[in-house]
């Protein structure tokens, strides 16, 4: 199974990375056997993955990072690299390549202190894999300081460092990063595509993919997670039922709370997981001595580590509020497709009954009114307001109309 075959849709854009990853393993084999390089080469030393929620931004980049990193002895048959099934390609997809590093925000941002090793580690020679590979997932969450950081990196890059970059759009990385960098931008699979792949991949009932892809609109992460978590249908089954509650203000402010609540309740499970596993490999490699007492100098590091964790459990949240809001909005547009008449096939087929009741008692304008109330919702949380107010202010104005 070749590292492009999880690129669901993105069939233009795989061929063009498997392209540079042939041109990067010949300079690599030339360097290597002290041969001419080639004169023409499609590989470049940094890239930039842009693309809607969904798309598969992450796992594109990832994909390409597993190609750089394949060993297959097929590739001196005329194989292309990225077999997904070699010591390179499985541990570069699974995030274990010691010359694959990943850097992701752990809160809204990405400090510059989260990017000093990172940037110092781009100026080295891989250690021993093929290239030194560099993966930001969230490079608009870049901040001024890390920003600046990375570019210096990517001007000036080592010989055998090659940068991977992703943002939602191209506007969301600095001008002077985006110059840099060789853009590809991803389309939104087709509901279709990815029903397929949940079929073919996850083993998935084809009635359950199609929901899910239909419910998800494309978002490949959030369809497979739909169709092969309960609990998720059920998360998103209830927030369906949001706007059917709150005809009075004691209905909507208890709608946002218990919305606010579900997002915590997320976010702590996550925490639980994560964090647990986290500190006790940090006190293992701080020395800590039996009984849990941590050596002298170290209370520190522990202070660093609590204050990460911090940040995760609050993006955690908000991503899952953000969730939320995104089913909300889809409910939304299928009333009014329905108030427009509109051929566009309805996303919650599965809560058909509230959408024609929610399209029979309000008008177009006023669901273009709730549509723009749960946005300001969104960047009312991207200005780290406080979570319950925001949603709160969402929902009076949802029950307003």
């Known amino acids: ?63 390409f990072a597993a190609a750089l990193q394949c060993v297959s002895p097929d590739r001196a048959l005329g194989g292309a690299p990225g077999c997904g099934f070699c010591d390179g390609c499985h541990t570069a997809l699974v995030g274990t390549h010691a010359d694959v590093t990943t850097v992701a925000a752990v809160g809204t941002q990405i400090l510059a202190e989260d990017m000093r090793d990172t940037v110092r580690k781009s100026f080295t020679s891989p250690a021993n894999g ?3 590979i560099i993966l930001v997932e969230d490079a608009e969450r870049l901040n001024e300081k890390s920003a600046n950081a990375v570019l210096k990196a990517v001007e000036e890059p080592a010989p055998r460092t090659v940068w991977l970059l992703c943002a939602p759009s191209i506007e969301d990385v600095l001008p002077t990063i985006r110059s840099r960098c060789r853009h590809l931008n991803l389309s939104t699979p087709s509901v279709d595509a990815v029903a397929d792949m949940l079929i073919r991949r996850e083993g998935v009932e084809p009635e359950v993919a199609a929901a899910a892809a239909r419910a998800t609109q494309g978002h490949v992460d959030r ?31 208890k709608a946002a709370q218990e919305l606010v609540d579900a997002a915590a309740e997320d976010a702590k499970q996550l925490a ?33 580590l609590e204050d990460k964790q911090k940040r995760r459990r609050t993006r955690t949240q908000r991503d899952s509020l953000d969730l939320a809001l995104t089913d909300l909005t889809a409910f939304y ?65 949802l029950r307003a109309g």
């Open 223 to 253: 369809a497979r997670r739909l169709a092969t978590d309960p609990a998720a249908r059920e998360r998103r089954a209830s927030v369906l039922k949001l706007p059917l509650r709150i005809d009075d203000v004691g209905g909507a402010l």
């Open 1 to 63: 199974m070749a590292v492009w075959d999880d690129l669901v849709g993105q069939e233009r854009v795989s061929a063009q990375l498997e392209a540079a990853a042939r041109d990067a393993d010949a300079l690599v084999t030339a360097v290597a056997a002290d041969e001419p390089l080639p004169e023409a080469s499609k590989m470049t030393h940094a890239w930039l993955f842009t693309g809607p929620p969904g798309a598969g931004r992450i796992q594109t980049a990832r994909a």
């Open 130 to 132: 093929r290239w030194q």
């Open 272 to 304: 639980e997981e994560v964090d647990a596993k986290e500190t006790e490999e940090l006190k293992g490699a701080l020395g800590a001595v039996q009984g849990g007492r941590m050596p002298r100098g170290t209370a520190g590091v522990m202070k660093d």
């Open 333 to 397: 547009r299928d009333v009014l497709a329905l108030q427009l008449g509109s051929r566009i096939a309805l996303a919650n087929t599965d809560a058909e009954d509230a959408l024609e009741r929610i399209a029979r008692g309000s008008s177009p304008e006023t669901t273009l009114r709730r549509i723009e109330a749960i946005a300001a919702c969104r960047d009312a949380l991207d200005r780290n307001v406080a979570p319950l107010l925001a949603v709160e202010a969402m929902t009076m104005a």
